[in-house]
Every structure is written in C-alpha cells, then in structure tokens.
C-alpha cells in the first residue's frame, strides 16, 4: 500500500536586522499582509503572507547578521523561488508600487519566466514560472 502525502508549501526563515522595517517592505511594497507578529511583549518574529505563500521573518542579536546565499555562493542567486502563473501582472503590479527590482521581467537561461527582487536584508526572491 503506497501512502500519498500532500505537501502544500515551503516557506523560507530570515534572519533579519530590524523586523519592523522588513514586515513592512513585505506589506507595503509586496501586498503581504501580516499574519503574525510576537510575542506579544517583545516583538521579534513575524510571519508575512500572500495567497499560499509564507515567509518567516525573525530579528536575533546584534551579532548575527542575514546571510543571503549569493552572498555564499555566487552561483545561488535565490533564497526563494516563488511560483506565480502570472509574472507579467504581478511585476506590473509590483512596478506599480514602486519596487526596485534585481532582475526584471524576462525569460532566462534557465528556462524559466520572472523577475528577482531583493528584501531589505538582500535576500532574493524570484517570483515566476516555467516558460
């Protein structure tokens, strides 16, 4: 008897400098809405969604830092792929609201549709689609 599992999504875990500027780079420029923050006397970790997609946000000591993985490895451009059947509206969207994007809209080299955008902490997403 073979068991079917049913994963229905992944969602990353940043470090962050500052929590509060990071929850609203996701809200305000990404259209993320805040689905928690604690705890309630200290707030230092948050999880920020949009549709099925999640992020975990968490702010620790001074003495560590974000770690992209470009930052790691030249060749790990991303920190998370993110699956959207319309690139091209969400990046008109997105340019609406004024984003800075890495990468913009295009087909690239890996067969692949999308645009790249950096965080606050230079973490990348790429929010698009097999061609």
């Not at 060749?75 to 998370?80: F, H, P, S, T, Y």
């Amino acid at each position: 008897v073979q068991i079917m599992t049913n994963l229905t999504y992944v969602s990353p875990f940043f470090i962050v400098r500052d929590l509060k500027s990071s929850v609203s780079f996701y809200s305000e420029k990404l259209g993320f809405e805040l689905r928690f923050i604690g705890p309630d006397d200290l707030f230092y970790f948050a999880i920020v969604g949009r549709d099925n997609i999640t992020i975990m946000l968490k702010q620790t000591s001074v003495d560590v830092k974000p770690s992209p993985n470009y930052t790691r490895d030249e060749w790990a451009r991303w920190d998370a792929y993110i699956s959207t059947a319309e690139p091209d509206t969400l990046f008109d969207e997105y340019n609406s609201r004024g984003v800075v994007f890495r990468q913009p809209i295009r087909n690239d080299e890996d067969g692949l549709r999308g645009f790249e955008i950096a965080d606050p902490d230079g973490y990348v997403l790429f929010f698009g689609r097999p061609k």
